[in-house]
């Protein structure tokens, strides 16, 4: 994860010595693992600004998540470590349930906003949060479904829908899916794109990058590709396995990194042996840092066939990375041939067309990631994110 500032610290400050009201606002995750999402609260509890709100924040105690709790502790004004989720048993979620409620009563929260990637345990908390007398409640579900739910989920799903008081989607082809496939009322849903902090980004020192090198055995003159994403079905990494092989056919010096972790570690790194490739695939794990591997990237790929406004993509582009992605469109990062490249979903052939592409014409690459930069220098920054949310709040309040 990128490395978090003192901002929070001296913004608390600075409202302390006002002393006006603020608006007491939690941030609720059910994180099971450490991603995007993760890095997404933890930017907008270092940005809220401290003059107008108070910062309470929610975590799972999970030991997957522990890196994310101990950075959200330092951030948030105030901090907790509990959900209500299935994933701990019944009689857990009950007691969890019950501790929320109190929790929020004994805080005086104002306003809610729910994150999760996956949906248990939010209608528990939505359930406590409304007992416990908070104003307005909002949700981002950062991953939308990619096809038809089951009859009874999907009852459940709108209906979750139809009680919160809002729904925020991190990029426009979010809100499509989920518009597609879950009630999604048009006047109480707002977009806020995903956003990263630039000044978290610099160069990597080349040193660093010549240490990776030789960390992971990747030869000095080799071309680098890579991702950093979690491991789970939706982010489509099988069609970049797929892909590798047909870049070294037209790149034979190309090899590949795959930075995170995840439950389909295993199934790729058998994909892998299977195509062949073993030799030219480094799997490095989860990473708390993941910059100065994709300062050690020539092209970056972001193979998830259902847009979410990845953070990884975000980060890849704010080290003026030329990236891959497949998926694109209005209101979405990268603008096919300005900044990046849209690859066909699902398409290992069309992924390796437009790497090769970009492996093959180094100008190319660097007209590209300066590119990305600056597209997210102007429309992704993560105080933008703040402010966006801050004025959904302020609403919500009043």
Not at 79 to 89: I, L, Q, S, V
Request: net charge neutral; charged share 20%.
């Amino acid at each position: 994860m990128s490395h978090m500032n003192q901002a929070s610290v001296q913004q608390q400050a600075h409202a302390q010595e006002s002393g006006d009201a603020r608006i007491r606002v939690l941030l609720f995750t059910n994180s099971i693992v450490v991603g995007g999402m993760e890095e997404h609260v933890e930017l907008l509890a270092r940005d809220l600004d401290r003059q107008q709100f108070e910062v309470y924040a929610i975590c799972p105690d999970w030991p997957q998540t522990a890196p994310f709790g101990q950075s959200l502790a330092r951030l948030a004004d105030r901090f907790a470590m509990f959900t209500p989720d299935h994933r701990y048993g019944l009689l857990k979620l009950y007691r969890d349930s019950i501790r929320l409620y109190r929790q929020i009563r004994r805080w005086g929260i104002q306003v809610m906003h729910m994150h999760s990637t996956t949906y248990r345990g939010q209608y528990y908390a939505l359930l406590a949060a409304r007992l416990a007398g908070v104003r307005a409640i909002y949700v981002t579900e950062h991953l939308a479904p990619e096809q038809r739910l089951p009859p009874l989920e999907l009852l459940t799903r709108n209906a979750f829908s139809a009680l919160v008081d809002g729904i925020v989607c991190v990029s426009q082809k979010n809100f499509a899916a989920r518009a597609a496939h879950i009630y999604t009322p048009a006047e109480r849903t707002t977009v806020v794109n995903n956003g990263v902090d630039l000044g978290d980004f610099p160069p990597i020192d080349p040193a660093t990058l010549a240490s990776l090198r030789k960390r992971y055995r990747i030869p000095a003159h080799a071309q680098v590709v890579g991702t950093a994403v979690r491991f789970e079905p939706e982010k489509g990494l099988e069609y970049l396995i797929d892909a590798m092989p047909i870049i070294r056919s037209t790149c034979p010096d190309a090899y590949f990194l795959m930075v995170g972790d995840g439950t389909l570690r295993a199934q790729l790194e058998r994909q892998v042996d299977a195509l062949g490739m073993g030799d030219y695939v480094r799997f490095t794990g989860f990473q708390d840092d993941p910059r100065p591997f994709l300062g050690l990237m020539d092209a970056f790929v972001l193979p998830v066939p259902v847009g979410s406004m990845s953070i990884g993509l975000l980060e890849a582009m704010a080290m003026q990375r030329a990236v891959v992605m497949t998926f694109g469109g209005t209101g979405e990062a990268v603008i096919h041939g300005e900044n990046g490249f849209c690859a066909e979903p699902r398409s290992a052939e069309s992924i390796a067309l437009y790497v090769t592409q970009l492996l093959n014409d180094p100008a190319l690459r660097m007209r590209l990631g300066t590119a990305a930069r600056q597209r997210i220098e102007s429309d992704f920054s993560s105080q933008q994110v703040a402010e966006k949310l801050s004025q959904i709040y302020r609403h919500g309040r009043s």
